[in-house]
């Protein structure tokens, strides 16, 4: 197993060229996380979403080695507490399986964290599929599971339901 120190990994706010590697890494996750049929996004998105406007819809920091190849993500965006002013909303984050437990993840993170911690945020977000084992990282850095300490659930309405929700009858 790889650790962190053994190779020269450098964690950088990505730049448009790079969407295309993180666009492979994305569908990777999507794998992963057993989700890859509901991916509709294109690295082109990625490009024009993060890059081609004055208003981002995202950041991504990137994990990458001496030869240009990234091998992990992490993207999140700016959200809004009603009750707490702005955020920070870990959308994603992403290593490859080779580079896993070498403490890539862990810088990872913690980039994102030091963002929020030294903006306006008052706390950061994310969510974690209930069988990964990654819950385990974030708990011992202290991140709390809302869904068993404030018992919230987490909604989605996607493209069809809201097709269907304003469909002409």
Known sequence: M????????????????????????????????????????????LENDGFNTDNPAFTCLVAEISDGHIMGYAIYYTSYSTWLGRSIFLEDLYVQPAYRRSGIGR??????????????????????????????????????DMTITEKWHHFRMDQDCLNKLFSKK
């Open 107 to 144: 810088e990872l993170f913690l980039a994102v964290a030091k963002i929020a911690h030294e903006s306006p945020s008052k706390r950061m977000d994310f969510h974690v599929l209930s069988w990964n084992p990654a819950i385990d990282f974030y708990k011992s850095l202290g991140a709390m």
């Open 2 to 45: 790889l650790k962190l120190r053994e190779i020269n990994v450098t964690i950088r706010k990505s730049k448009k060229e790079d969407m295309v590697q993180v666009y492979k890494l994305i569908k990777a996750l999507a794998e992963f996380e057993k989700l890859e049929h509901t991916m509709k996004i294109t690295a082109q998105d």
